[in-house]
């Protein structure tokens, strides 16, 4: 059984670029949540995909977007990159949006400068 | 919302028990309280939960006070390996939004 996995790693963008970030759901998990970890803080809840739609959003603008494909995998779309969307951005998978355990994946680790 | 309130740091020693504090005084009575933890350079791993009732399993003990504005998790004989920042998280089923507070880092000595 694989867990879950995202891509990339680390990235480093400027102020005002666009940036997407993968995740892969753990096998037979159909929701996908995502968070942004400031450097020192708890992860912030942005939102969760269930079934392809958005279930759920946090206290982030617009300009942060996501996608669900079919095989549950989820991106993560952030525009118009500002100096404080540096963070950790984790991925979490479950087997269903009110499944009460998470499987967190290892986290991006995006930089703007 | 409610939001969660956590010591910055704690210390054990290895072997002994570990109480890991929590102040929720605003939850509401929809949220249930969720404890993770995050090892350096990884995603946080899920510990327990619960309502109202104390829960167990094999990582640990949560303590519910019956007002539920506060909880304590219950490491019982902290090895090196527990050594990690532990969130306590209020979460709300009907928004799926978990509130995660800024988190206990634990040290534990040998």
């Known amino acids: 059984e694989t867990g879950v996995t995202q891509s990339p790693t680390h990235l480093i963008k400027t102020r005002g670029q666009q940036v997407t970030l993968r995740c892969s759901s753990q096998?037979?998990?159909?929701?996908v949540s995502w968070y942004q970890q400031a450097l020192g803080q708890g992860p912030q809840f942005i939102f969760q995909y269930y079934r392809e739609e958005e279930n759920g959003r946090g206290n982030f603008p617009p300009r942060f977007s996501g996608l669900q494909f079919p095989n549950y995998s989820s991106e993560l779309n952030v525009n118009a990159l500002e100096l404080d969307d540096s963070a950790l951005y984790l991925c979490?998978?479950?087997?269903?949006?009110?499944?009460?355990?998470?499987?967190f994946g290892p986290g991006t680790r995006l930089t703007v400068l | 919302d409610a939001k969660t309130t956590q010591p910055n740091s704690m210390e054990s020693n290895e072997e002994e028990p570990v109480h890991l504090p929590c102040n929720h005084s605003?939850?509401?009575?929809?949220?249930?309280i969720h404890w993770y933890r995050q090892l350096p350079s990884q995603g946080p791993e899920y510990v327990i939960h619960?309502?109202?009732s104390n829960v167990n399993n094999r990582m640990a003990s949560l303590a519910i006070a019956e007002d539920r504005k506060s909880s304590t998790l219950i490491l019982h004989r902290a090895t090196l390996r527990d050594a990690a920042v532990y969130y306590c998280i209020l979460r709300d089923y009907n928004n799926n939004d978990m509130r995660f507070g800024a988190g206990t880092r634990l040290t534990v000595k040998p």
């Open positions: 619960g309502l109202t």
């Open positions: 605003t939850i509401s009575g929809t949220d249930y």
């Open positions: 096998s037979g998990h159909n929701t």
């Open positions: 979490a998978s479950t087997e269903g949006p009110n499944t009460d355990t998470q499987y």
